[in-house]
């Protein structure tokens, strides 16, 4: 399965901004499996452990570290690598921190994607820019349905409003008329991409999930949880990687279509509650001494329903998700038991494994970049 | 007359030793909205960018005189901050943006940094400092784009195409998040295209029309003349501010859009022809400079929001309006000509 996605990636000069972090990390294993060139552009790992630390991800690739607040660093990393292809993933990813630092969320997540872009749009050998915002960037209207490419953007708190105003600034060089006018690179294809909540091995981030369930378990104690009920378009991390993947390697076959916003989330029956996912970690954790514990908040009522509608890229890129539920919780309790068994070492194996493992039944379930 | 009369003695009561901070108050619309609220007797900071040339309205009506007028720039977080914490303002008009559409278009970086972060900027400084001040966001109805066929409201879908409007749209989206997470009193008018008296911005076409005629030149219509545009006299358009701070400040209406336009659309053409038959030049006669697009692009804004919700509505006809402008420019057509050749 080197040979996905059209065997775009190989040798192909491949620029991740955000390649540190937790899907970066993802997204810098399966390129290397790939055969990318590959150069990051990142702040260092910001929890510890990390999965780019753990898997030593730095070997092999030109690993440059610097915020993306930096225009000038940043566009000199693109003049002296000439990457063909962009990445875009870079951001401040947690909701409620940006309720503590509003400024710097917008900043980083809006102006680091206009970086990005104006950065690229110097730099002649950048053919297409794939920008990664989130299925928070939809207007919530609270409805059941899931949220389509043509819905209103907007938040309602900082971090949705500065994920909705990326989409935009990037919808900006999707459009006709102002790429005539961007010369010298009117032809750079940019894409934007909004997944759900991923979740995966290799993530230690605060306020997550997974990450507190496992912190948790790891250290013997229980696992207490607000709102039990609330469901996410939870997927595996790979799922939305497929999708990135997939996209930057046909954008240029028809720019006129794939120049545009992409929903790659879970299937409805995948909307599965917090309290499920914890028990079903549980559960294929046997030995842990952690149990369930709910404290509901009784101040604030969060949002039950959200979820993206995927038909888009089902229909135009013939993409779907791959793993369901099972699969995905057991790929993520293999991969921390070995960590926390005391095998770092193996964990870039286990990730490779599960990289391989994924794409057979991608390429069994007949998912195009599989072919 | 009457009831207009009553309307502006009540607006008088309560703008009467307010304390209010706008910020691009030196510009074409800052101006007038200062000096209105001079005249009413508001306490007005005026926050203008450094060696930013004041409108010739500032000057006109002694408004750095009448105004505390400050200078800095809105990127500035610690000065933006600062400003917020000692200046204890009931109300704000944020005005102040990177409008210049040539210049988004050659710098979109700079352009997103003025209107984008400026406006973050100030709404933390006063979400951090004065969270129950009202907060009037200045933005443009072709936030919603620019193709439609039909009169669209506020409903319609955010769909700039270029760096000003997605710049604006921005910071509309980002007001928005002030006002739900922290209740503040936020609320934005989407304009649609001023003028008036004081505009010295002659690459727009009212202007730069009225500029050819006094120098006995044939105005140049660009495109094929018939793009269809709302124009909204300069007065009408700082009623809407006036309006909708005094709302925010009683808590109703926050967090709301509204559009402001005139709602009555013409053609560049017919706008151009327009200003000759006023300018009594009808046979000077004009000149149509295809640029290749052959595009013809309408927006057309409905207005029926702030009419129906805030009793606003426009007391200018465009006819009306553009004669007060084009006896403005007539007035001062020695500035004019002076300040064309210095530029």
Request: glycine share 6%; proline share 4%.
């Amino acid at each position: 399965m080197k040979n996905a996605f059209k065997n775009y990636y190989q040798g192909k000069k491949v620029l991740v901004t955000g390649h540190t972090g937790f899907k970066g990390s993802w997204l810098l294993c399966w390129l290397k499996y790939l055969g990318a060139e590959i150069i990051g552009y990142s702040l260092d790992p910001d929890t510890n452990p990390n999965f780019f630390t753990v898997c030593h991800l730095t070997d092999g690739i030109i690993d440059m570290r610097g915020d993306i607040r930096d225009f000038e660093k940043l566009s000199k990393v693109l003049q002296e690598n000439q990457p063909e292809i962009i990445f875009h993933l870079a951001a401040q990813p947690i909701v409620r921190l940006a309720f503590q630092k509003p400024r710097d969320t917008f900043d980083i997540n809006i102006m680091g994607t206009v970086n990005v872009l104006e950065a690229a749009r110097y730099c002649k050998s950048v053919k297409s820019v794939i920008v990664v915002t989130s299925d928070k960037c939809y207007h919530d209207t609270g409805w059941e349905w899931g949220y389509r490419e043509i819905d209103q953007l907007g938040g309602h708190e900082a971090y949705s409003a500065s994920k909705a105003c990326a989409e935009l600034v990037a919808a900006t060089y999707q459009e006709d008329r102002f790429r005539q006018i961007i010369q010298p690179h009117s032809e750079m294809a940019v894409a934007t991409a909004r997944a759900g909540n991923v979740i995966g091995g290799g993530d230690w981030a605060p306020y997550r999930l997974v990450p507190d369930v496992v912190r948790a378990i790891s250290s013997d104690q229980d696992v207490i949880i607000r709102y039990p009920d609330a469901t996410r378009p939870w997927q595996h991390v790979l799922e939305a990687l497929s999708g990135y993947l997939w996209l930057g390697a046909i954008i240029q076959e028809n720019p006129k279509v794939y120049c545009s916003g992409w929903n790659f989330g879970p299937d409805a029956p995948r909307m599965i509650t917090v309290g499920e996912i914890v028990q079903r970690i549980l559960k294929i954790w046997p030995d842990s001494k952690a149990k369930l514990v709910i404290e509901p908040d009784p101040q604030k009522s969060e949002a039950m329903v959200l979820h993206v509608d995927s038909s888009k890229a089902h229909h135009f890129l013939k993409w779907w998700p791959t793993w369901d539920i099972d699969q995905t919780i057991e790929a993520i309790v293999i991969w921390y038991k070995g960590f926390y068994r005391g095998h770092p070492p193996e964990m870039c194996q286990i990730t490779l494994e599960q990289i391989q493992s994924y794409s057979t039944a991608a390429q069994a379930a007949e998912i195009s970049w599989a072919q | 007359m009457n009831s207009d009369q009553n309307k502006t003695k009540a607006d008088s009561n309560f703008w009467y030793d307010k304390n209010v901070l706008i910020t691009g108050g030196a510009g074409f619309i800052g101006s007038w909205l200062s000096r209105l609220l001079c005249d009413m007797g508001a306490a007005v900071t005026v926050l203008s960018e450094k060696n930013a040339s004041e409108s010739v309205l500032f000057q006109q009506y002694d408004l750095s005189k009448r105004t505390e007028l400050v200078e800095g720039d809105i990127r500035n977080w610690q000065f933006v901050r600062d400003l917020a914490a000692d200046g204890n303002f009931d109300i704000l008009f944020h005005l102040a943006a990177q409008s210049q559409v040539t210049v988004a278009q050659e710098d979109p970086r700079a352009t997103f940094e003025v209107n984008i972060a400026g406006t973050w900027n100030l709404l933390e400084a006063f979400h951090q400092t004065s969270p129950a001040s009202a907060f009037v966001l200045a933005s443009t109805v072709s936030v919603s784009g620019e193709t439609t066929d039909e009169t669209f409201d506020e409903s319609a879908p955010l769909a700039g195409a270029y760096p000003y409007e997605v710049s604006k749209a921005c910071a509309e989206l980002i007001g928005k998040s002030y006002c739900r997470t922290y209740n503040m009193p936020v609320g934005t008018l989407r304009f649609s295209n001023l003028y008036g008296p004081g505009d010295m911005n002659f690459r727009r076409i009212i202007p730069g029309t009225v500029l050819n005629v006094l120098k006995n030149t044939k105005p140049q219509i660009r495109g094929n003349g018939q793009s269809v545009r709302d124009y909204l006299y300069i007065h009408d358009a700082v009623e809407a501010l006036l309006l909708l701070g005094k709302y925010l400040q009683s808590g109703d209406v926050t967090g709301q859009v509204f559009q402001v336009s005139s709602m009555s659309c013409v053609t560049t053409l017919d706008l151009v022809k327009i200003i000759l038959h006023l300018m009594q030049q009808d046979q000077l006669g004009y000149e149509i400079v295809h640029n290749g697009s052959a595009e013809i692009s309408q927006i057309k804004p409905s207005s029926e929001k702030i009419r129906k919700q805030l009793g606003w509505q426009p007391r200018f006809t465009l006819e009306q309006g553009l004669q007060e402008t084009i006896d403005w420019y007539l007035k001062h057509s020695n500035q004019l000509v002076l300040g064309e050749q210095v530029k």
